[in-house]
């Protein structure tokens, strides 16, 4: 199952950027630092074109640290990109942010050419907070639920220091299903555009590769040791369901409210420090997305040759 979702408010984003950007030194991007690739808005790098960026790995607080690492030295190993691991809520490093938009565009400061930064990212990703740290006010609505900011604003950090924030935008079509489950694992889509207990299927199936000591520590179960990996990701579902008391009549578990308890727990990172991603896994995700979007496209071209052909009128 593949998860899209791409409200009309981002259209108007999209719009947004596309029209600020020609005046922009440096763009931010907040990024999840527990789904660094699927955070990151290919449409972005379309829009900001060779815009120096600074990718900012924001909730690294509750990110697999040895997976972070990963992460830093694939982002800083790209052209014109530097990356940071961010507390959002945190004062002193955010403050950092800055110190590193100069660095990018070492030639911006002072009244006369002040640093002009975009600040942007997926919904629900911690930018809204992050904004709010770096300012000491309250500029930015903040809220666990994707799409809060929905208007650009113009924040002045320092004299010579301006920053536009834009709402989050996903892009119009997700083409590595992993990168729609984490995102919505996540809480950057909208809760209407996927089915929970799929989504909970599915990042109960991660934990039990990478992180099933976490899992048994969490929930209790009561297994052998081990015996949480082995189990089918449907089956440890409904076991955490009868644990927690999440029950339907007739002794059935309410796997809907069971699905809700995991990513709840996952999104407060009660279960621990968990990153759902290494480079080298979303890497292999995006080339299977992309060989099979070019699939799809060549099957589209040959049935509109087909049918074009079909329609082409006899020679006299």
């Known amino acids: 199952m593949a998860i ?10 999209k719009k947004a950027i596309a029209e600020r950007i020609k005046d922009i030194d440096v763009v931010i991007e907040v990024l999840d630092a527990r789904l660094p690739g699927s955070s990151a808005n290919p449409l972005l790098a379309e829009l900001t074109g060779h815009k120096p960026t600074l990718k900012v790995l924001n909730k690294q607080d509750v990110a697999d640290p040895e997976r972070t690492a990963l992460w830093l030295d694939w982002y800083n190993a790209q052209s014109d990109t530097a990356a940071v691991p961010l507390d959002a809520s945190e004062p002193a490093p955010a403050r950092k942010l800055i110190d590193g938009c100069h660095r990018l565009a070492p030639n911006r400061g002072g009244m006369a050419k002040p640093m002009r930064v975009l600040i942007c990212g997926v919904p629900n990703v911690g930018k809204s907070t ?3 740290t770096l300012t000491n006010k309250r500029h930015a609505k903040t809220g666990d639920e994707a799409g809060i ?4 604003q113009r924040i002045t950090l320092t004299d010579d220091f301006y920053l536009w924030d834009t709402p ?5 079509r997700i083409t590595a299903p992993e990168s729609g489950f984490n995102l919505a694992a996540s809480g950057a889509i909208g809760r209407n555009a996927y089915d929970e ?7 109960l199936q991660r934990l039990q590769t990478h992180y099933a000591p976490l899992l048994e520590a969490r929930y209790k179960l009561g297994l052998p040791e081990g015996a949480v990996a082995q189990l089918r990701d449907d089956e440890l579902l409904e076991a955490i369901g009868r644990k927690r008391g999440a029950m339907l009549g007739g002794g059935r578990v309410n796997l809907q409210k069971t699905a809700e308890i995991v990513m709840t727990d996952f999104r407060a990172a009660i279960l621990g420090r968990i990153t759902l991603e290494t480079p080298a896994e979303f890497e292999a995700w995006r080339a299977a997305g992309a060989l099979q979007d070019a699939e799809r496209e060549a099957k589209k071209q040959a049935r509109a040759s087909k ?3 079909r ?3 006899e020679a006299p």
Not at 4 to 13: D, I, K, V
Not at 149 to 152: D, F, P, Q
Not at 168 to 172: V, Y
Request: aromatic fraction near 8%; charged fraction near 20%; proline fraction near 9%.
């Open 4 to 13: 899209q979702w791409f409200p009309g408010h981002m259209h108007l984003t």
């Open 130 to 132: 992050l904004i709010n």
């Open 149 to 152: 900011t929905k208007l650009e």
């Open 168 to 172: 989050g935008m996903l892009w119009p």
């Open 197 to 203: 207990e799929l989504v909970a299927l599915e990042l």
């Open 307 to 309: 049918k074009k052909g």
């Open 311 to 313: 329609k082409a009128p």
